[in-house]
Each structure stands twice: as C-alpha cells, then as structure tokens.
C-alpha cells in the first residue's frame, strides 16, 4: 500500500544515512573508561581507588550483620535476626506507621525462614552505604550548585537529562567503571 511500486532504494532507509551511534558510544566509554585521566590520573584508577574506600564501611556492616566482627581480638558475634528484624519493624514504624512496620518484618522474617538471610543482610549493607554515600554527594553537590549560579545553568540540564535515563541504562558503565563486586 504505501511505498508499493517504488525501487527498493526509495522504500527502505539507505545504510549510509544511518549515523553509527552504537559505536561512537561504545568508543566514548571505552575512551572515559580506559583513557580518560584527571590531572595525570586514570579515571579507571580514580573510580577503583573510590570504590575500595567505599568498600571498608560496607565489609563492616556485613560482617556486623552476617559473620561478626573482632575487636581488640574478641570476636563479637553478628547481630540477632531478633534484633534486626525489630529495629528494621520499628524504624519503619517510626517512618510510615504500623503498616510500614509489619511490612518491613514479614519481608525479613520472609528472608530468615527461606534462607536468605545471609543474602539479604548483604544487600543492606550495600543499600545502606549507598544511601548515606548518594545522600552526602547529593547534599554536597546540590549545596555547591546553589552558591555557585552558573554551575547551576550547567547543571540543571544534566540533572534534567538524568531524569529521564532508565537505572539500568547506566548500570554497564558504572559497572565498567567501578569493577563488579561488593562496592
């Protein structure tokens, strides 16, 4: 119906008019994360170096939270299920009522009689450095953007742009950048 009767070159879209996006990205990555250096510094090395510092406070709570921790060559215990399903039940009762409360313990007495625990005390680890790191980052940054105002007019759009960038759509770079593994 429509494009019938017209030569091939007219209904379908020439390869030369397409521009190679996949692979000026692929090249642009590949340059930020194995060329790219600030003052003489790999990015690679900066973000790694980042990584390892995030890496010591994390080891930390999941060791508190799943094996234990020594002190002084005592070895203390992890913490009780018990006590972190309360403490998770009445943080949450403290945020959203005791909806929140109740939810957050069916989800973690859930972990505990299915095995998972372990698991999940691992991921909270990582969740809850990554909250207080983003928070600091977030808090510094939103604070120098505000005294500085041309910063803000830079910064406005990539905040902008970043809005509308699904997670995953970052996760292969961040993790090309940062190595995959705790941190």
Do not use: C
Not at 11 to 29: E, H, Y
Not at 30 to 42: C, L, R
Not at 60 to 75: E, K, N, P, S
Request: glycine share 8%; hydrophobic share 55%; aromatic share 12%.
């Amino acid at each position: 119906m429509f494009g019938l009767g017209l030569p091939a070159a007219l209904s379908t879209v020439p390869d030369a008019l397409v521009p190679p996006f996949m692979k000026w990205s692929g090249t642009a990555i590949t340059y930020v994360a194995k060329d790219a250096a600030i003052f003489g510094v790999e990015l690679n090395q900066l973000t790694r170096a980042f990584a390892t510092i995030f890496l010591y406070p994390m080891r930390f709570l999941q060791d508190l939270l799943t094996m234990g921790i020594t002190v002084g060559g005592v070895v203390l215990p992890p913490l009780p299920w018990l006590s972190v399903v309360l403490a998770a039940a009445l943080f949450g009762a403290r945020l959203g009522g005791w909806k929140l409360a109740v939810l957050v313990a069916s989800a973690l007495l859930y972990a505990l009689l299915f095995g998972l625990w372990q698991p999940t005390m691992l991921t909270l680890a990582s969740v809850l450095v990554s909250v207080l790191v983003g928070t600091v980052t977030g808090t510094l940054l939103g604070i120098t953007v505000y005294r500085h105002p041309a910063l803000e007019k830079v910064m406005t759009p990539v905040y902008d742009n970043m809005q509308t960038v699904p997670v995953f759509a970052y996760l292969v770079p961040i993790l090309y950048l940062f190595g995959f593994g705790p941190v």
